[in-house]
C-alpha cells in the first residue's frame, strides 16, 4: 500500500517483517539507548491488563555511529537479553518487537530520531491493515506503568473518537532504594517545576495547557501523519511535536492511570529531568529556580483580551494592548503583534476562528519565549517552593505555610489530576 507520509518522511524502509495481527488497535514504541533496565518496562507492560484490541511493543535501540564501544556492547546485550525475554512473554494479545540500528547519523542521532523510526513503523503496521485510527503511544525504557495503563488508553479513545492524542498523568518515584537521598529530594523540586508551570498556564487560562512528557504521550497514527510525524530532535521533541497537536482540537489528559518515569540522573539530552537531576547533584543545593508567578499574571491579562481583538483597527489594537503588563507589551512589540493581529483578521470570518489563528501564533513555544524574557528582562527567578505557594496564594488555594516540598508537590498533583487547577486558578481573576 502507498503511503505519501511514509514516502515522504519516513526515515528508514519497512523494518518487521512479520505482518500485524487483525486488530491491532495500540503500538508502543520505546527508544532504548544504551539502557541496563529496559526489562522492568517491559515486565510492567506484560503485568498490565489487556484491553480487546491487540497490542504491539515496538522497541528502538539505537546509538549513533560515533558511539563508544562500551555504549556498543550495553546495546548488544539489550538486543540479546530482549530476544529471550520475547521468546518467554510473547503472545497474540501483546506482541513484542524491536528495531536495532547502532549507527545512526551523528547529526541526528538521538531520542527524537529514535522515537521517530518506531513511530514510523507503527505508521506502516496500522497502514497494512487500513486502520488509520489506531493509537501510537510513546514510552521509555525507564519507566513503569499501572496495571490498567492499556486498558485506559483503549477506553480513553475509543470514548472520544475525535480524540486527536492525549497527555498520560504521570508520577516520578519520590522515595525508595534504587537511588540516594539527593536524587529523590531533586525530583520532587523538578516535577514540582513542571507541574507549577502547567498549572500556571492553566491560571492563565492558556488553552494548551497540558503536559509535554515524552514518555507520557499518544496519538492517532493520522493524526501523527498529517502533522508530518516525529521530529528528529536531540530532546525537546516531545513538546515541539505535541505543539503541533494543541490547536487542532481534541487533545485531552488521560488521568485515569499513572506513568510512573525513572527519576535517574543522566547526560544522554542536553536538557530534561536526567540532566535537571545531574545538574542538582553537581551543585549540591536545595533550590532550583523558576519563574516568577507575575508572569502567567500577565498572561492571563492577555488571555482575556484576545476576544476583544477581533475584527478591530490597528489603532484600537493599540489601545487596548497599553494596558498591559510592561514586560508582555514589550514582548508583543518585538514580535510585530499589531501587523500580525491585523493579518489575522483579513483572513478569518468569525471571532472563533479569530481566536483559534491567534493561539495557533501564539502557542506554546511562543509563551515559553515570552516566560523566558520576563525572566531574562523583567522579574529574574524565584526557588521553585517560593514560586508554587506564591501561585498558589495568588489563586486563593489555602495551605499551611510551613509545607514541605514534598507537601507542594503532592498538592499540585492533586489539583491536576482532579481537574482542580483550572477551575481554582480561573476563579482567580473574577
Known sequence: MNNSYLAKHAFCEKQIL?????????????????????????????????????VEVIVVINAAENSSEEILKENTFTE??????????????????YITNNALPAKDAGVGLARK??????????????????????????????????????????????????????????????????????????????????????????????????????????IYQQQGGMNKRKAGEDFYFLAKLFPLGG??????????????????????????????LQEG????????????????ELVELVPELYAVTVDTIQQKIKHLSPALLAFLSDNDVENKLAEINANVKSKEQFINRFYRWFGNFMVLKFVHFARDNYYGQQSIEA??????????????????????LLLYRELERNNKAALTFKAALV
Open 285 to 300: 543545593t536545595n533550590n532550583l529556580p523558576t519563574y516568577n508567578p507575575k508572569t502567567f499574571t500577565d498572561l492571563a
Open 387 to 408: 514560586a508554587a505557594k506564591d501561585l498558589l496564594d495568588t489563586a486563593g488555594i489555602e495551605f499551611n505555610e510551613t509545607i514541605s516540598a514534598k507537601e507542594l
Open 80 to 97: 540479546i537479553e530482549l530476544e529471550r525475554w520475547i521468546i518467554k512473554n510473547d503472545s497474540a494479545a501483546l506482541r513484542y518487537f
Open 251 to 280: 487533545f485531552a489528559e488521560l488521568n485515569e492511570t499513572t506513568v510512573f518515569p525513572s527519576p535517574r540522573p543522566s547526560e544522554r539530552v542536553p536538557f530534561g529531568t536526567g540532566k535537571a537531576i545531574n545538574k542538582w
Open 18 to 54: 512479520e505482518a500485524p495481527l487483525p486488530g491491532l488497535g495500540m503500538v508502543i514504541v520505546i527508544p532504548c539507548h544504551n539502557e541496563p533496565h529496559l526489562l522492568k518496562t517491559l515486565n510492567a507492560l506484560a503485568a498490565c491488563t489487556l484491553p480487546k484490541c491487540k
Open 117 to 222: 523510526i518506531g513511530m514510523d513503523e507503527a505508521v506502516r503496521r496500522f497502514d497494512s491493515i487500513e486502520n488509520e485510527n489506531g493509537v501510537i503511544v510513546c514510552l521509555d525504557s525507564d519507566c513503569t506503568v499501572e496495571s490498567n495503563y492499556l486498558t485506559a488508553l483503549e477506553h480513553h479513545f475509543l470514548l472520544h473518537p475525535s480524540a486527536t492524542g492525549c497527555s498520560v498523568y504521570f508520577e516520578h518515584p519520590l522515595e525508595g532504594d534504587d537511588f540516594v537521598p539527593q536524587v529523590y529530594e531533586g525530583i520532587i523540586r523538578y516535577e514540582l517545576f513542571l507541574r507549577y508551570y502547567n498549572c500556571g498556564l492553566r491560571f492563565s487560562g492558556y488553552p494548551f495547557a497540558w503536559h509535554t512528557i515524552g514518555s507520557s504521550m499518544a496519538v492517532r497514527t493520522k
